[in-house]
């Protein structure tokens, strides 16, 4: 169920990034910078973040606030989905942010290699996914995931900034997973795609 006070500090926050960004008037972009200021106290009182973290996270952006591209790699050895283990100990589906001079294909494979240590080739999208509609927490933006099934070709996993060990896992044993990046729901719908000859790709 949506947190009505974040989705009405999220739609602030986006007008005054906008109002800042197209505003000529210097006395509106003082009003819109108030807004956005309130907007990111208000996401900080109801999420319990630091002040500074939301503004970081809410209010670093300039121009208008478009969605930010998450990645997620389907990867699959002998019926088995491979999970990285964050240093938390929750587990995800290898991926992340999508680089703004890469596709997001091109970002899955970056991502499997930085955090997994494998090469790999993308084979089907599996998905994409408006992130507010499946996972938990709400973010302070909005987030499309793009899921995409894909094919290991080489490697080993390597300790790395991001993630201390990884593992293929059957459906039925998962680990306690990072369910803000991934939760079962999103892994069972990666099984599905692989395991179908012809997959119609889900949306939202």
Same mark, same amino acid.
């Given at each position: 169920?949506?947190?009505?006070?974040?989705?009405?500090?999220?739609?602030?926050?986006?007008?005054?990034?906008?109002?800042?960004?197209?505003?000529?008037?210097e006395?509106?972009?003082?009003?819109?910078?108030?807004?956005?200021?309130?907007?990111?106290?208000?996401?900080?009182?109801?999420?319990?973040?630091?002040?500074?973290?939301?503004q970081?996270?809410?209010?670093? +952006?300039?121009?208008y &606030?478009? /969605?930010?591209?998450?990645?997620?790699?389907? =990867? %699959?050895y002998?019926? $088995?989905? !491979?999970?990285?283990?964050?240093?938390?100990?929750n587990?995800?589906?290898?991926g992340?942010?999508?680089?703004?001079?890469?596709?997001?294909?091109?970002?899955?494979?970056?991502?499997?290699?930085?955090?997994?240590?494998?090469?790999?080739?993308v084979?089907?999208?599996?998905?994409?996914q408006?992130? +507010?509609?499946?996972? &938990?927490? /709400?973010?302070?933006?909005?987030?499309?995931? =793009? %899921?995409?099934?894909? $094919?290991? !070709?080489?490697?080993?996993?390597?300790?790395?900034?991001?993630?201390?060990?990884?593992?293929?896992?059957a459906?039925?044993?998962l680990?306690?997973?990072?369910?803000?990046?991934c939760?079962?729901?999103?892994?069972?719908?990666?099984?599905?795609?692989?395991?179908?000859?012809?997959?119609?790709?889900?949306?939202?």
């Amino acid at each position: 169920m949506k947190d009505q006070i974040v989705e009405w500090a999220k739609e602030l926050q986006s007008l005054a990034q906008a109002g800042l960004f197209y505003g000529k008037d210097e006395f509106d972009r003082e009003r819109y910078q108030r807004i956005r200021e309130i907007s990111a106290e208000m996401m900080a009182h109801r999420t319990g973040l630091p002040a500074g973290r939301v503004q970081d996270l809410f209010c670093n +952006e300039t121009g208008y &606030q478009t /969605p930010k591209v998450d990645t997620r790699a389907a =990867i %699959f050895y002998e019926g $088995k989905i !491979l999970l990285v283990q964050e240093k938390d100990g929750n587990w995800s589906l290898p991926g992340g942010w999508c680089e703004y001079n890469l596709s997001p294909a091109e970002s899955t494979v970056k991502e499997a290699r930085e955090e997994a240590g494998l090469d790999v080739a993308v084979q089907r999208l599996i998905a994409v996914q408006d992130r +507010e509609k499946h996972n &938990q927490p /709400p973010y302070a933006y909005g987030v499309v995931k =793009i %899921f995409y099934l894909c $094919k290991p !070709l080489g490697g080993s996993f390597a300790p790395n900034l991001e993630t201390i060990q990884s593992g293929y896992f059957a459906l039925e044993e998962l680990p306690p997973l990072a369910e803000a990046k991934c939760t079962e729901e999103q892994i069972r719908m990666c099984f599905q795609a692989y395991r179908a000859e012809h997959w119609r790709v889900p949306f939202d």
